[in-house]
């Protein structure tokens, strides 16, 4: 909402600068968002009357004008504008005066006439739009004066967002009215009316409103004798300035009240309307209005229309019909103004598409007692400026008028002081909501406030709570700790083993991404990721594009595109994961929302000394940084079990596992399966795991089970096999623990060989084994009946070729 | 038996006063005491000789292994002197040469942020609860007592699902109040982080998702004051505790008295002077930060709380704005795009 202070200033007055001001109505919750000055030309600038205009010499588009400029002696301008005419007033900016470009005037010859200066059109002054001809000023404009001290030039706009419940503040008086109440001065509130003449309104129309939901109340005025012509410069300002394009006299004059009383009007070609008749009601289905912006417009049953006797002639409260349009040859007007139910204006304006300033209005709720009281100030402006003589009376419905019924709201000081915990006088309760224009007595201990026309919002209690401390600033409210009882703050389950994940995989030398949930639905497809493999997508029915089409059912979704998109960006190394969600309907169709961790690998490490680049990352990076998450939230070493995936609709099938605890299906992890790398421009192998964040919580939270430190020496002794390419390397060591000797301590991989002497298509593997007692030193002879054991046992299982 | 004992001690002297290095020193040492040194044997040798020489002799024996394996100590010494002298004389390694490191790696700033944020209200005694970020409209709107043609539930705005009519993205974390009040009785405080969702496209200044804050407290006296009190504590621990702090009336549909909290600009404080062409406040020397207020009756009643015997105030705060003033960031989409040389800045 733009507001110019001069006009605020016909409403109130009040004693600080713009800047205060402005302070002043943030703090009464109006947020002032900038302070514009406006209009501030160059004291060389200066009313001219133009003595005579006489053609150029030499130049046949040129005219030279002499002009009176208050100095005495005429100056000679020349110029090249059309309809110059002896006796006008226009604006000349002289040699040394700087025009609101920037553009600096000087004494110029024009073929060999000299200017002194030039006339200026409204564009150049930035005062309106008109570019083609010199803006002409008006008659009592006395020569000489500098344009910028002829009121309503120079001003200060002033900016402020309106919450949406404050409708009432969408106007000059509305705002003038909050002045008032926080600065403690009078409102000045005048109420132009209109001189009547000629017959009766209501001979020359009629008002049936047929839907009394929407419309409970509507007014209406004649004027005849309209002129319309353009609006002269103060009326054109003003609308400018406060945001609304002028059109003609007429259209500007209505769209004047509606800014400075807040209640929209709208101003019909009477002779255009057929049989005089004005109805109010609902659109029929399929109803057809040409709206003043030229489109043609299918109307709904919903929808509120003003109908002649034809059919629609406007959409109530959002815009007028071209057909009924006022236009330059426009002799009698029918002013309408009325009440629409905010519901229906926002659902129509909605549909529609149309955002008007009436609209905007309506929506927010009109004061139902501005509704006869803007028609006459229309009408007398109007009367003012375009000759119009208002027919006497309004023609209203229902007869007499309505006003709602304000409620009449209990407010207990006590509660004033509960809420807002600072006690507050009756005295200064009463004052504060008698500022705002409340009717206040006192019943019983407490106030029975019934809230003036205009505030529709003020509905309960809290409502007035809020008032009375508005007006006295939130500031003086006191800051106070609460006094409770002390209880500790926790932190979620679910947040805390987030945050240890973050730690242990942040350490491993990964990033963390928070990527959008979206993914389109081809992508969804593709990647269902571990935690929401049995979950069926969750769709976005009005999505802004494909890409945001579907809730992902991984975070794998986000990371790899990430991950391609920093590929894209020169990166030679991804190492990244992502704490996330994964969304979907589960099959008995209820949806859910699983937590996952998951987490890519892509490129190679960066150097990690004096090298080029870091070993390419491959499955045992992958599978390293998985065995310290695990190892991290407390697991045992040896707990998971990594098991061939086989088929996987997204993972390689011959290069990714299962991860399995106690049996159970942790997650999984691997190399991203070709196609879905390729169909992300992934040329490199990505590495990917997705683990279930729920599961990890539950190891998170156990307790630490500690074992003695050994005091004994342990013995080890080494073997190695040489097995087929696909014998699993963990069916040893898993053999090896099955014995569930408590000698043997540890099995450990340590050599994995390929190669002469070995023959092709087949492996060296070896391990070491350590043995040690808790109790006791054992001895060369017992560690080797234990071993012993060990090589008997592989040899029952296993036909390779074992050597100790 | 003597004149060979004085021979051999002579000339073991001789070769380890003539040992330049330790390992030469060592050769000599075992030749001479060795399990078949030459010393050695002549121990062994007293066997042989006369009971009534024995002890003469094998004092001289013992004097000569002595003296040799003092000798041998001294070279030692003197050798090992000598090779440390020459090492710390000619050892030199580049200590400029880069360090052998693992990569290292980074928490999110929306993260940090929102652990910072959490932490100060934990730290004040507030529970931490969560919720679904698919939500139904009552949950969203209805009970929070958005109207039934507020705006804010407008398709515009919001992101449906089209599993169901009345399904949806939640547009802020204050569905999470009435589950929680639904399930819990006062007194309480709770903190709720969390993912929501507007309908935008991802622009600087725009994101279909982003991460809300929302907070709540009541009890039968919890009152505006305590808002001001627990509201400024948490910015001055987030901003610094010089930090200026204002709450003006505004207006949200599920708080009654409303308002908007601002803090005094960090870039114009920082710098001890309102900047009129601040790239942060824009001149206006105060951000806003969030938004608070009492809980509204309708939303007490529609979780089963009486308001004449409860009360309590609700906040909510955006952690992608605070992250932003936090950090100096001008650009949304880093949150989201995850370049990560923009991660790589971000302590782990």
């Known amino acids: 909402m733009r507001v110019p202070l001069s006009w605020l200033a016909e409403f109130v007055t009040w004693s600080a600068s713009p800047q205060a001001l402005a302070e002043r109505l943030t703090l009464a919750g109006f947020p002032v968002e900038g302070l514009e000055d406006v209009g501030r030309l160059d004291a060389r600038i200066r009313v001219a009357r133009l003595i005579a205009v006489e053609p150029h010499p030499h130049a046949e588009r040129l005219s030279v004008c002499r002009l009176d400029v208050g100095e005495g002696a005429p100056t000679a301008v020349v110029s090249g504008a059309p309809e110059l005419a002896a006796g006008q007033r226009v604006p000349v900016a002289l040699a040394g005066a700087r025009l609101p470009d920037g553009r600096e005037m000087r004494t110029t010859a024009f073929a060999g006439v000299e200017s002194a200066g030039m006339l200026c059109s409204e564009a150049e002054l930035e005062l309106g739009d008109d570019a083609s001809r010199v803006l002409v000023l008006p008659d009592d404009a006395e020569p000489g004066t500098p344009l910028v001290d002829i009121a309503g030039i120079a001003d200060t706009v002033l900016e402020l967002e309106v919450t949406s419940n404050r409708g009432d503040c969408l106007s000059v008086l509305g705002i003038a009215r909050e002045v008032a109440a926080a600065s403690g001065v009078p409102l000045r509130h005048p109420r132009p009316r209109p001189r009547e003449t000629g017959a009766p309104a209501a001979e020359d129309v009629r008002v049936r409103i047929e839907a009394p939901d929407g419309c409970p109340r509507y007014c209406a005025r004649v004027v005849r004798g309209v002129t319309v012509q353009p609006s002269p ?38 002779e255009r309307l057929a049989e005089g008749v004005i109805v109010v009601r609902r659109a029929a289905s399929g109803e057809r209005l040409v709206t003043l912006d030229g489109t043609e417009r299918t109307l709904d049953p919903a929808d509120l229309v003003i109908a002649d006797g034809r059919g629609p002639v406007a959409l109530a409260g959002i815009m007028g019909g071209e057909q009924s349009e006022v236009t330059a040859g426009t002799r009698v ?13 926002r659902r129509t304006a909605r549909r529609t598409g149309i955002g008007s300033e009436a609209a905007y209005r309506f929506e927010r709720r009109v004061d139902p007692a501005m509704v ?32 709602p019924e304000m409620p009449a709201i209990r407010l207990r000081p006590r509660r004033v002081a509960a809420l807002l915990g600072v006690d507050m006088p009756r005295g200064e309760i009463r004052r504060r909501l008698r500022a705002l224009g409340a009717e206040c007595r006192s019943d019983a201990g407490a106030f029975v ?33 609460p006094e409770m009882p002390l209880t500790s703050g926790e932190d979620s389950r679910t947040r805390l083993t987030a945050r240890r994940l973050r730690r242990l995989l942040i350490a491993e030398g990964l990033a963390e991404m928070v990527t959008l949930a979206f993914t389109d639905a081809a992508t969804n497809g593709r990647l269902p990721g571990f935690v929401g493999r049995a979950l069926a997508p969750l769709a976005v029915r009005n999505p802004l594009s494909s890409e945001t089409g579907e809730l992902r059912r991984s975070p794998l979704a986000g990371l790899v595109r990430a991950t391609a998109t920093n590929v894209a960006l020169g990166a030679d190394f991804v190492g990244a994961f992502e704490i996330g969600k994964g969304y979907g309907v589960d099959a008995q169709g209820v949806r859910q929302e699983p937590r996952a961790l998951a987490a890519v690998l892509c490129g190679a490490w960066p150097s990690r000394g004096v090298e080029r680049i870091g070993p390419t990352v491959d499955f045992a990076d992958l599978k390293g940084i998985v065995e310290n998450v695990l190892a991290g939230l407390g697991l045992q070493e040896d707990a998971a079990r990594w098991r061939p995936i086989g088929e996987e609709a997204f993972l390689h099938p011959g290069k990714a596992a299962v991860i399995e605890v106690a049996g159970t299906a942790i997650g999984v992890a691997g190399s991203l399966h070709p196609k879905i790398a390729q169909a992300c421009d992934l040329a490199e192998e990505v590495w990917v795991c997705e683990l279930d964040f729920e599961i990890l919580a539950d190891y998170g939270s156990r307790r630490v089970e500690l074992r003695p430190v050994p005091r004994f020496p342990a013995v080890t002794r080494d073997i190695a096999v040489i097995v087929d390419e696909a014998f699993p390397a963990a069916a040893i060591l898993e053999e090896i623990r099955s014995l569930a000797d408590a000698r043997i301590e540890a099995v450990r991989l340590f050599d994995c060989y390929r190669g002469a002497p070995v023959p092709t298509g087949k492996k060296s593997l070896a391990y070491s084994i350590a043995y040690r007692a808790a109790d006791r030193t054992l001895t060369d002879d017992e560690v080797g009946v234990v071993h012993a054991g060990v090589l008997e046992r592989l040899r029952e299982r296993f036909s390779f070729d074992l050597r100790a | 038996m003597e004149e060979e004992l004085a021979r051999l001690r002579e000339a073991a002297l001789a070769e380890i006063a003539a040992c330049g290095t330790e390992a030469e020193l060592e050769a000599v040492r075992v030749r001479y005491l060795g399990r078949k040194g030459s010393l050695t044997e002549a121990v062994r040798g007293l066997g042989r000789v006369p009971p009534a020489e024995r002890p003469a002799l094998g004092a001289l024996v013992n004097q000569a292994k002595e003296a040799v394996e003092a000798a041998v100590a001294v070279a030692g010494e003197r050798l090992a002197a000598a090779r440390l002298a020459e090492s710390l004389a000619h050892d ?48 969203n709107f209805a009970a929070l007592n958005f109207g039934a043609d507020h705006p804010a539930r407008d398709a515009q705005d919001t992101l449906f699902l089209a599993d169901g009519p009345d399904l949806l993205l939640r547009t802020h974390t204050s569905p999470v109040q009435i589950r929680y009040m639904r399930a819990t009785q006062p007194p309480l405080r709770v903190v709720v982080p969390g993912t929501v969702y507007r309908r935008d496209d991802l622009d600087p200044t725009h994101s279909p998702m982003f991460q809300q804050v929302e907070g709540f407290m009541v009890d039968e006296r919890v009152s505006f004051a305590d808002l001001k009190g627990v509201l400024v504590h948490f ?46 406040c824009r001149g206006r020397q105060w951000l806003e930060i969030l938004g608070a207020g009492m809980i509204h009756p309708n939303v007490l009643r529609a979780v089963g709380y009486d308001p004449e015997t409860v009360q309590g105030f609700a906040f909510g705060l955006g952690t992608d704005r605070i992250a932003i003033l936090r950090y100096g960031i001008e650009d949304l989409r880093l949150f989201y795009e995850n370049d990560l040389r923009f991660l790589a800045q971000f302590p782990s």
């Open chain 1, 233 to 270: 410069l103060w009326l054109r300002l003003r609308l400018r300035r406060a945001g609304m394009r002028p059109v003609n006299v007429v259209v500007d004059a209505t769209n004047h009240v509606m800014l400075e009383r807040g209640q929209p009007l709208h101003a019909f070609d009477l």
């Open chain 1, 333 to 345: 007007l029918l002013l309408e103004s009325a009440f629409f139910a905010p519901a229906i204006v």
């Open chain 1, 372 to 403: 006869p009281e803007a028609l006459d100030c229309a009408a007398a402006l109007i009367g003012r400026l375009a000759g119009g003589r208002a027919a006497p009376g309004i023609v209203e419905e229902p007869a007499g008028g309505w006003t």
């Open chain 1, 449 to 481: 406030v019934t809230p003036p026309s205009h505030r529709g919002d003020l509905e309960r209690e809290e409502d007035l709570v809020e008032e009375v401390a508005r007006l006295g600033g939130y500031d003086a409210i006191p800051v106070r700790l």
């Open chain 2, 92 to 139: 030199r390694i580049d200590v400029t040469l880069p360090g052998r490191r693992r990569p290292r790696g980074h928490a999110h700033p929306l993260r940090l942020v929102e652990d910072e944020i959490v932490d100060v209200f934990v730290g004040m005694g507030f529970q931490v609860a969560e919720g679904p970020e698919v939500e139904d409209d009552y949950h």
């Open chain 2, 235 to 280: 910015l001055r621990r987030l901003f610094g505790a010089e930090t200026g702090v204002r709450f003006r009336p505004s207006f949200f549909p599920f708080t009654e008295p409303s308002a908007e909290v601002d803090i005094a600009c960090v870039r114009c404080a920082a710098a001890g002077a309102a900047d009129p062409a601040c790239r942060v």
